[in-house]
């Protein structure tokens, strides 16, 4: 069964970090792009950024969104079919949950997406809450 598992969110002071990790199962993760995105309460779902899925003789780069000013970083990690999200400079405004989504359909490149329509599989989301 093809399932992603975001993990890692929690509470954390402004100006700390924190890595959110999701997991795929059922399937190679890093072979499909992700995206990561966020929503708070009241707001709508905010890209944060994605990253390619990898080709035969390449690696997938990530891609960015404006929105948390290259603050955070997207990496894979494939010694656990993980891909992660590292945040840091936390704000009280990045206060929310944040997703992790992957497309099974992929596109020649197997490159990813800022919009969150592209993505059919979806993770449950964690919870980040910035307070001191």
């Known amino acids: 069964q093809v399932q992603l598992v975001e993990s890692g969110g929690g509470l954390v002071q402004p100006g700390g970090s924190r890595t959110l990790t999701c997991s795929g199962s059922?399937?190679?993760?890093?072979?499909?792009?992700v995206g990561w995105f966020r929503q708070a309460p009241g707001k709508e779902r905010e890209v944060i950024g994605c990253i390619d899925g990898d080709g035969r003789e390449y690696r997938g780069v990530p891609l960015y969104s404006d929105s948390t000013e290259r603050r955070f970083t997207i990496s894979k990690d494939y010694t656990d079919n993980t891909v992660h999200l590292q945040t840091n400079f936390l704000r009280l405004e990045d206060t929310s949950v944040y997703y992790c989504a992957t497309s099974l359909v992929l596109n020649a490149d197997h490159s990813c997406y800022l919009k969150s329509q592209k993505y059919d599989r979806w993770g449950q989301g964690t919870q980040v809450t910035v307070a001191s």
């Open positions: 059922g399937f190679h993760l890093p072979y499909y792009p």
